[in-house]
């Protein structure tokens, strides 16, 4: 008896527990619909012009409700989209400043040999010997060259000996004087682009060893020009490789202007002449020309790159011989650029990869040994990721300020 009562209580308990369950699904189903049909007015609209409704058509029409239409979706399936034309992008390039503000964040990163031994120095405690030994080795494997390292030690040393870093504010104050001047803020980093005749174009040579970034230079510098207003053609030079002038043609349409080329093994000073002919004819603003990247140690290769220049200056004078620098390649980049600057005379460095180079002391040593100034920073490979150099940005950057 006992147990035939016990078994009906469990069986009663199960049942009940079921129509609970029962009831709750059920209400919490309805509340998912209505969830549902309360949130589809909300998205619709986004998709459909809204109607424009006159002021009186939003006063309140008595006591009726406002009718809320809510449409039920047109259809599921959205119209096909209309086939896009991809126009060349011609929008505004980044202005110069947000580009020296994202170099900042990368340069003051702790793996920049410059910026670490700017910082293991700040927080010394104590100046003695073994810190400034490390100082300098530091400075050393930055790119900074010899010279540049003794001088910034010593000149540190002087200013610092007395009080030390006891007041840290006034220790930075030094390093940043003290960097700003091996950096120079007195060279004038502008391109000069002013012909040397009324009305011939503007020559830039661009030159440099393989892969250093020349191609992607002269794209992002036309962009940077025509977005100033200036009519700009390319020269294809490369003629080593079809792809590299297939590589300035395509920036040329990205940027807008016209690209001349020949066929791969061309002559390259004729290329190079071809070119800036036609931006004589047609009065454009300035012609850059972009040369097959040569081994600093094939004379041969070497001699051309004279060649093209010399023949260029049969139509038209040459304003700035840019050589691009890998900043990465640290003192093989050093190697290249002397012998570069002995075949051409080079009027401006363009500094690139400085986004991916732990060093940075290059930008000092590059200026030194050349006496020749870094105008341009590549950053990066994107389109805008070209800037001109600013030393107090630079030094910011280093600082970590
Ligand atoms: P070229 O052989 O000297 O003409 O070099 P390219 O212009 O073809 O560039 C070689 C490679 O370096 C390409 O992949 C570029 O995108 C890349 N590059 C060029 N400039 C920069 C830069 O400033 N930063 C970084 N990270 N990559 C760059
Ligand atoms: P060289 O080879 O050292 O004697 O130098 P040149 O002055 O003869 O020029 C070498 C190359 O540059 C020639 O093969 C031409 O392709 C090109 N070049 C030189 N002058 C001109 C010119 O007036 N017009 C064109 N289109 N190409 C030229
Ligand atoms: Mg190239």
Redesign the pocket.
């Given at each position: 008896m006992r147990v035939d009562w016990f078994f009906w209580v469990i069986i009663g308990i199960i049942g009940l527990a079921i129509i609970v369950a029962g009831v709750i699904i059920t209400i919490d189903g309805r509340r998912q619909r209505e969830l549902q049909t309360e949130q589809k007015p909300e998205i619709e609209p986004t998709e459909v012009e809204p109607p424009v409704v006159a002021p009186e058509e939003l006063q309140p029409a008595g006591d009726e409700p406002a009718a809320v239409e809510v449409e039920p979706a047109p259809s599921a399936v959205e119209p096909e989209p209309e086939p896009v034309v991809v126009e060349p992008e011609l929008d505004q390039p980044e202005a110069p400043t947000s580009r020296w503000a994202r170099l900042r964040r990368r340069l003051s990163t702790s793996n920049n040999a410059l910026a670490r031994a700017l910082g293991d120095l700040l927080s010394a405690d104590k100046l003695d010997e073994d810190v400034w030994d490390d100082f300098e080795t530091t400075l050393i494997t930055s790119d900074l060259g010899v010279g540049p390292t003794m001088e910034l030690t010593e000149a540190l040393r002087k200013e610092l000996a007395i009080d030390g870093v006891a007041d840290p504010e006034r220790a930075k104050a030094v390093l940043r004087s003290e960097l700003l001047k091996l950096v120079d803020p007195t060279l004038d980093r502008s391109l000069n682009l002013t012909p040397a005749k009324d009305g011939d174009p503007a020559v830039v040579l661009v030159v440099g060893v393989n892969g250093t970034g020349k191609t992607t230079t002269v794209g992002k510098l036309a962009r940077v020009l025509v977005a100033e207003g200036k009519t700009v053609t390319l020269g294809a030079a490369d003629t080593f490789r079809a792809a590299a002038a297939e590589q300035l043609a395509t920036w040329g349409e990205r940027v807008g202007v016209e690209t001349v080329r020949s066929h791969e093994g061309a002559?390259p000073?004729?290329v190079a002449?071809?070119a800036v002919?036609k931006g004589v004819d047609d009065g454009v603003d300035v012609v850059i020309v972009d040369t097959a990247g040569r081994l600093h140690t094939k004379t041969g290769l070497m001699d051309e790159l004279g060649?093209v220049k010399?023949?260029i200056e049969?139509k038209a004078a040459v304003n700035e011989v840019l050589l691009v620098l890998d900043a990465t390649t640290g003192q093989n980049g050093m190697t290249q650029a002397r012998i570069f600057a002995e075949v051409v005379d080079v009027t401006g460095i363009v500094l690139t990869k400085l986004d991916g180079s732990a060093k940075g002391g290059i930008v000092i040593q590059v200026q030194r040994e050349l006496g020749v100034p870094v105008k341009l920073v590549g950053l990066g490979e994107g389109v805008d990721d070209l800037a001109p150099f600013d030393p107090e940005g630079f030094v910011q950057g280093i600082l970590g300020e």
């Open positions: 002559d000073a004729s002449f071809d002919a060649k010399r023949v049969k």
